[in-house]
T-cell receptor, first 111, second 110 residues
Framework: ETGVTQSPTHLIKTRGQQVTLRCSSQ?????VSWYQQALGQGPQFIFQ???????GRGNFPPRFSGLQFPNYSSELNVNALELDDSALYLC??????????FGEGSRLTVL | RKEVEQDPGPFNVPEGATVAFNCTYS??????FFWYRQDCRKEPKLLMS???SGNEDGRFTAQLNRASQYISLLIRDSKLSDSATYLC???????????FGRGTSLIVHP
């Protein structure tokens, strides 16, 4: 197992609502990144945190925001949910060689 | 042109076959490369890193061709359990923000 845990595993929201997804990263890994994976597509990079600071962001609007805490756990917040936000959201901690260790993901459905 | 491109497949092969996937990347400054395996509705899992000299892990061989900007994955003696989607990942270096391909689907049948 990767040691990366995510919660919740599944959730259903309606358009306009807000959601918070959580991730506990592997011990000793201080870089965490979040991805959105739509059905049939590869994971799309949302943003990355290193020692509580965002140090990289993909092509996602500001309503996607995040936090990293001193214990390296992390949150992804999405405001004003849209139908297209329905996807698998993956959190990954980064190993020393740049390899990624993923959690099982949070599957979000927006109705 | 997409940063990382993969043929989505599916590649449909019989058990025991040898199958190869390629992945092309556009950023010539890319520094590290990986193959991940993703089972249906599961998270991606690291299969292997790709080194400049090529590397092998059992039935799996990964190679990097910097001149032509592609990486490859060769699977020998395919097993039913190899059925999955194989994702290529390229790191541009610096901030190590990786770019994923959309994945190549492999179906191994009896």
């Amino acid at each position: 197992e990767t040691g990366v845990t995510q919660s919740p595993t599944h959730l259903i929201k309606t358009r306009g609502q807000q959601v918070t997804l959580r991730c506990s990263s592997q011990s000793g890994h201080n870089t965490v990144s979040w991805y959105q994976q739509a059905l049939g597509q590869g994971p799309q990079f949302i943003f990355q945190y290193y020692r509580e600071e965002e140090n990289g962001r993909g092509n996602f609007p500001p309503r996607f925001s995040g936090l990293q805490f001193p214990n390296y756990s992390s949150e992804l917040n999405v405001n004003a949910l849209e139908l297209d936000d329905s996807a698998l959201y993956l959190c990954a901690s980064r190993g020393p060689a740049g390899e990624l260790f993923f959690g099982e993901g949070s599957r979000l459905t927006v109705l | 042109r997409k940063e990382v491109e993969q043929d989505p497949g599916p590649f449909n092969v019989p058990e025991g076959a040898t199958v190869a996937f390629n992945c092309t990347y556009s950023n010539s400054a890319s520094q590290s490369f990986f193959w991940y395996r993703q089972d249906c509705r599961k998270e991606p899992k690291l299969l292997m890193s790709v080194y400049s000299s090529g590397n092998e892990d059992g039935r799996f061989t990964a190679q990097l061709n910097r001149a032509s900007q592609y990486i490859s994955l060769l699977i020998r003696d395919s097993k039913l359990s190899d059925s999955a989607t194989y994702l290529c990942v390229v790191n541009p270096g610096g901030s190590y923000i990786p770019t994923f391909g959309r994945g190549t689907s492999l179906i191994v049948h009896p």
